[in-house]
């Protein structure tokens, strides 16, 4: 099964080609969000490379957020058009998902995107031989009562976090669970996207690519400051 896998909810606006599990081609960018110039290009590129057409694809797959706002939409925009124009399966994966294939470290998995303002996303999972079983389902919080409800969990559990959250908090993450694991490889991978897709796949899981917002945008929080002034 041939797959091409994009993620454009991060600063990294990254695409890949699979074989199943394996990586065939993978190209990501650093490019300060400017994913609406980037990402066909770099499709175009990457199927050039590899000597293939969109119509040799068997499974599309693209990250959903949380992240980006903007970026989010822009990929998911992007495997729509492909989708109504091909006839390919295709499948939508949360960030914080793809995030935890980073590691292959058996337990407990904490993902975390930094959302600015001590806020993070996070979700849980517990890797049992390869199958990521969700443990606490994705959320937007203040850093500090996430990892206090952690602590009054089990402050001695070895969790391994993964993500900008959790380079970005680290110190306050070992303050609170001196136990905690990190990881070297925190950024959005359009092959972890693409991995996390086929399995899921595999397992029947196929939900339509839609945006995962956790929290609103910042232009509907001043459209709701606009309209309470107003009362």
């Not at 074989?19 to 175009?44: A, D, F, Q, R, Y």
């Not at 989010?72 to 935890?100: H, M, Q, V, W, Y």
């Not at 969990?153 to 669970?177: C, M, R, S, V, W």
């Amino acid at each position: 099964m041939k797959i091409l896998s994009i993620t454009t909810s991060s600063p990294i606006c990254g695409v890949a080609i699979l074989e199943e599990c394996n990586t065939v081609k993978e190209i990501s960018l650093n490019n300060g969000l400017t994913h609406s110039e980037t990402l066909l290009p770099i499709i175009k590129q990457i199927l050039d490379e590899t000597n293939l057409q969109l119509t040799d694809i068997n499974l599309l797959v693209s990250d959903i957020g949380p992240g980006s706002f903007t970026g989010i939409r822009i990929g998911i925009s992007t495997l729509k058009a492909f989708i109504d124009s091909l006839d390919i399966p295709s499948i939508g994966i949360n960030s914080l998902e793809a995030l935890s294939f980073n590691t292959k470290n058996q337990g407990i998995i904490c993902s975390l995107i930094d959302a600015k303002k001590d806020n993070i996303y996070s979700e849980i999972f517990e890797n049992i031989d390869g199958n990521h079983i969700i443990r606490r389902n994705p959320s937007f919080e203040n850093i500090d009562t996430f990892l206090s409800e952690l602590k009054d969990i089990n402050p001695n559990y070895a969790i391994t976090f993964i993500g900008d959250g959790a380079i970005n908090y680290k110190e306050k993450i070992l303050d609170y669970l001196p136990n905690s694991n990190f990881v070297s490889q925190n950024n959005l991978s359009p092959v972890n996207v693409g991995i996390a897709g086929f399995y899921n796949y595999q397992k029947g899981i196929t939900p339509v690519p839609q945006p995962l917002y956790l929290r609103k945008s910042e232009a509907e929080k001043k459209m709701e400051e606009k309209i309470n002034a107003s009362k």
